[in-house]
């Protein structure tokens, strides 16, 4: 899915995408090259101009569109797909930075930007000695500067005794220092100052964190681009192409490796999208956001182009193919900002003391329900917390006086119909979504409970939705999944539980396991098969079957980390009464797998192994874990998977207010949600050190615990598998 969400950012992304087809086509860009290399702006410059796709960002009463970063990084993404040339990133990011500046004296410059200015960004290697009167002496070598060579306008940013300083080169202020570019489609140099005069008028005011922002939303946005180009082309040479007598998309390890690039694409336009809209939010959330875009963005990116070189073997290499004309500019994005590292540390120093926002922007919306819940939710709070059950350990909610208040709310599943939800929409419940996160917080979840309740309002009958509704609400009805068996587990279809039909009813007989709670739970959700006869898609139903009843006999399974969460079920020959039957016999597939209407939409990204949260605790609660630059940039790394996760949720619930099918982030999400628990739960025990040898550690347990996880999502290859079949649409093998 693109960055843009909304119908006017759409248009925009086609209108840019429309300009590089006809004006900055690859075999454009290929004659262009030795050209481009010196400074060339290429034939479609003057274009830039014309349709404002310079000036997007500017005020309007100097010519500009007035709009704001998102709208800048939705061409951003565009021109990295078609590997738009010339200087447009250098040049919006120069006027970028000024429009942002506090400084009055800027107007002159943004109105040069009006008229095609070219522009440029210079960061590191110099340095400023402050003078009288607010001007300051600068000398010293820059980093190499894209877009530099012929330019007009320079934003520069030098190191004095105290603070980094920014300000304004023009004309002959500066001389280049040439040198041969990575990215073939854009000039580099060196900038060079000899204690150079830098009058105070030409010193600026801005913000470090902002504008390491509009650097960052620009910069991932235009690698997402790169990195779609490359899955879309992926995809095209799986299909197309054929070795032992099938096509390479048909075999599975070139399947799960398309998916992982999609994968890592999602992801850079999530980061790229919630770094652009931080941008009208407070500035306690520009560091964040900046820097879980450069963490996510870039250098992932660049990996996902890397794979598809790899999949077109020999022929990836060869100067003819445009691949490495992306790969090129992939690199150039992810070296020019700094390395990964860098800002994984500055992320984690930053969530120390807060966490990035995952509200929707405008608080005005839904005003009234917005006012409705919250005061429910202050009764709650005011509330005493030791009448409740505890939470389980997989987060379930247990009853108390506390849930039957949300029950009573209606706030517990608000996306279920009245008289049990809301019948909230995408917009409702992220409105309600920010009053719980306002509050501290976690909004409920009866997790197979859930599942069972959705099933039951699509599909059952009034008689079971009476009977199950408000007490599984309320929480004084737990429920389990009765659904793989020893020899059926990701091929659900093959499972041999069966049911025979009987006076009132029917006997199950058979085994389940990998269960969890079930021990403890009052009903559970089961598939059986009553047609042995049919294709074993077609031959099961749907059960709620009553854990107390006779023949059923639940044993837990312990696990490595001394927990048992999980059980086995044994069925024998129990009684299930006809009003215990979900729809019809022979539905039990269409109810298992069915993706309901009311689907309940997850905001923010809350992990239960791995979290951040825990690798602080590390920090907090153990002297000896200091805040060294290696755990900050793992604690770093770790928030911005989660940032990550929870702007693609955020990005869900808008697309869906849009009325936009999301599906490939739900499916991606599931992936990302996988590996960011994987990933930060062996992080923390690689930051844990001796007190990992203590066996009841909570760094320990989360490890050990963590693979439970893995397994009861869906296994990591089942779901790409899904990626790969249904939504970039290989051959199955």
Not at 369 to 376: N, S
């Amino acid at each position: 899915m693109p960055i843009a969400l909304t119908e006017t950012e759409h248009a925009l992304a086609d209108a840019a995408a429309e300009l590089c087809k006809r004006r900055a086509t690859t075999a454009v860009t290929r004659q262009l090259l030795p050209k481009l290399a010196v400074g060339d702006l290429g034939p479609a410059w003057r274009d830039l101009v014309d349709q404002g796709l310079l000036t997007l960002h500017l005020p309007e009463d100097l010519g500009g569109g007035g709009a704001g970063l998102m709208e800048l990084a939705v061409v951003a993404e565009q021109f990295g797909r078609h590997l738009m040339n010339g200087p447009w990133l250098p040049t919006v990011l120069a006027s970028s930075l000024l429009a942002k500046s506090a400084s009055d004296a800027a107007r002159p410059w943004l109105e040069d930007f009006a008229e095609g200015a070219v522009g440029a960004v210079a960061l590191d290697g110099l340095t400023a000695v402050e003078q009288d009167g607010g001007e300051f002496r600068v000398s010293g070598l820059s980093d190499p500067v894209p877009g530099l060579i012929d330019v007009d306008i320079v934003v520069a940013r030098a190191q004095s005794a105290n603070r980094p300083i920014w300000f304004v080169l023009t004309g002959a202020d500066f001389k280049t220092v040439d040198t041969k570019p990575v990215d073939l489609t854009l000039s580099v140099a060196r900038l060079e100052l000899d204690w150079h005069h830098v009058p105070a008028e030409k010193v600026i005011e801005l913000d470090e964190d902002r504008a390491a922002l509009t650097m960052a939303a620009l910069a991932c946005a235009q690698a997402a681009g790169i990195a779609s180009w490359a899955v879309d082309s992926a995809v095209e040479h799986l299909r197309s192409r054929h070795q032992f007598g099938k096509p390479l998309g048909a075999f599975q390890v070139l399947q799960h490796r398309a998916a992982m690039m999609l994968v890592r694409t999602e992801a850079a336009v999530a980061a790229a999208w919630d770094a652009a809209r931080a941008d009208q939010q407070v500035s306690s959330q520009w560091r964040l956001a900046a820097a879980q875009a450069f963490v996510t963005g870039p250098g992932p990116c660049l990996d996902v182009v890397f794979d598809y070189i790899t999949m077109l073997g020999a022929l990836g290499i060869t100067w003819e193919h445009d691949a490495h004309l992306y790969q090129r500019k992939a690199l150039a994005l992810t070296a020019e900002f700094g390395p990964a590292k860098n800002w994984a540390r500055a992320l984690g120093e930053a969530a120390l003391d807060r966490e990035r926002s995952s509200r929707v922007d405008d608080p005005q919306v839904l005003s009234r329900l917005r006012a409705d819940v919250g005061a429910v939710l202050d009764e709650f709070v005011a509330m005493p917390a030791e009448d409740d059950r505890h939470l389980d350990p997989w987060g379930r909610w247990t009853g108390g006086d506390r849930q039957r208040l949300l029950a009573d709310a209606r706030l517990i599943a608000p996306h279920l119909p009245e008289p049990y939800g809301r019948n909230a929409g995408p917009e409702e419940q992220a409105v309600i979504a920010d009053e719980f996160a306002s509050r501290g917080l976690s909004q409920p979840t009866l997790i197979v409970g859930d599942w069972a309740l959705a099933t039951l309002v699509a599909h059952g009958s009034d008689a079971q939705r009476d009977r199950f509704l408000g007490p599984s609400l309320r929480g004084e009805l737990i429920w389990c999944q009765l659904f793989s068996e020893p020899e059926a587990g990701s091929d659900l279809a093959s499972l041999r539980t069966r049911a025979v039909r009987v006076d009132g009813g029917w006997r199950l007989t058979g085994q389940k396991v990998w269960n969890s709670r079930a021990c403890e739970s009052h009903w559970g959700i089961c598939l059986a098969r009553t047609d042995p006869d049919a294709p074993k898609h077609q031959g099961l139903s749907y059960f709620l079957v009553e854990m107390s009843s006779e023949g059923v006999l639940a044993r837990s399974i312990g696990q490595v980390n001394g927990q048992a969460e999980l059980a086995e079920v044994f069925l024998d020959d129990v009684f299930v009464p006809d009003e215990c039957l979900v729809g019809e016999p022979g539905d039990g597939w269409k109810l298992a797998v069915a993706t309901l209407s009311n689907e309940r939409l997850t905001m923010g990204a809350k992990l239960r192994y791995g979290s951040s949260r825990l690798a602080r605790r590390l920090l907090d609660e153990d002297g000896r874990h200091a805040q060294t630059p290696d755990i900050l940039a793992e604690i770093g790394e770790g928030v911005a998977r989660e940032i990550c996760l929870a702007s693609m949720n955020l990005r869900t619930v808008l697309g869906r207010m849009t009325g936009r099918q999301m599906s490939a982030e739900l499916s991606v999400n599931k992936v990302l949600n996988a590996l960011a628990q994987r990933d930060g739960s062996r992080a923390i025990v690689g930051m844990v050190g001796p007190l990992g040898l203590e066996g009841d550690s909570p760094y320990v347990a989360d490890y050990l615990g963590m693979p439970a996880m893995l397994f009861g999502g869906g296994t990591l290859e089942v779901q790409l598998n899904v990626i790969a079949t249904r939504i970039l649409k290989l051959p199955r093998g």
